[in-house]
């Protein structure tokens, strides 16, 4: 019953492959995140994008480049991932009303991701 | 001192028993407090947000202890439907245009017959 849809469910690649999780929100919220997450962990933020401007990026990777196309989706490119790279991939939303205030995240049910 | 930190359980509790997860945090300036909850190979969801005068819903209460740093999620007659991992998620560095929470390690809950 999530309003933040994730595709693939499910994908599996080799190390040279290229591929793209894909993420849509309809809530009208204006900030859009992924997340990685490693069994038993907690997630661990990737990327922000808010007015569909790259806030933050936590210092990932460059074999992972997020695309915010407009403000109801969000992509993530994936070029030579490692086979560490394997977890679940979450995408999430939330209204940023700005003037500081952190709010409550909405999530997507996730990709699981397994390099191969 | 890591930025959000939780008991790590499991708690293993039966039915219809009262359970308690603390959760402590070092930056004194956050703000906004969260519990969500999260079952296996699922996405987490939001459980409840904590507010400084403490909020409940039902069978679940929470509290914020400022002077302290940390929060608390009471959990009362506890269901079977309960079990999960329950993640304590507060506020980090304020970016002013967007959230940048901080997830504890969680808590597995187990209820059991």
């Known amino acids: 019953d999530t309003e933040v849809t994730q595709t693939p469910k499910h994908l599996v690649m080799g190390m040279t492959n290229k591929k793209s999780l894909k993420c849509e929100q309809h809530?009208?919220?204006?900030?859009m995140y992924w997340y990685k997450q490693k069994a038993k962990k907690p997630p661990e933020l990737m990327f922000v994008y808010s007015y569909e401007k790259l806030s933050i990026n936590e210092s990932v990777p460059s074999r992972f480049s997020p695309e915010c196309p407009n403000s109801s989706l969000l992509n993530l490119h994936l070029h030579a991932l490692q086979p560490e790279d394997s977890a679940l991939y979450l995408c999430?939303?939330?209204?940023?009303?700005?003037?500081?205030?952190?709010?409550?995240?909405?999530f997507g049910s996730g990709t699981q991701l397994s390099v191969l | 001192r890591k930025e959000v930190e939780q008991d790590p359980g499991p708690f293993n509790v039966p039915e219809g028993a009262t359970v308690a997860f603390n959760c402590t945090y070092s930056n004194s300036a956050s703000q906004s407090f969260f519990w969500y909850r999260q079952d296996c190979r699922k996405e987490p969801k939001l459980l409840m947000s904590v507010y400084s005068s403490g909020n409940e819903d039902g069978r679940f209460t929470a509290q914020l202890n400022r002077a302290s740093q940390y929060i608390s999620l009471l959990i009362r007659d506890s269901k079977l439907s309960d079990s999960a991992t329950y993640l304590c998620?507060?506020?980090?560095?304020?970016?002013?245009?967007?959230?940048?929470?901080?997830f504890g390690t969680g808590t597995r809950l187990q209820v059991t017959l």
């Open positions: 999430a939303s939330s209204q940023d009303q700005g003037g500081g205030t952190n709010e409550k995240l909405f």
């Open positions: 809530m009208g919220h204006r900030a």
């Open positions: 998620v507060v506020d980090g560095l304020n970016t002013g245009t967007a959230s940048k929470l901080t």
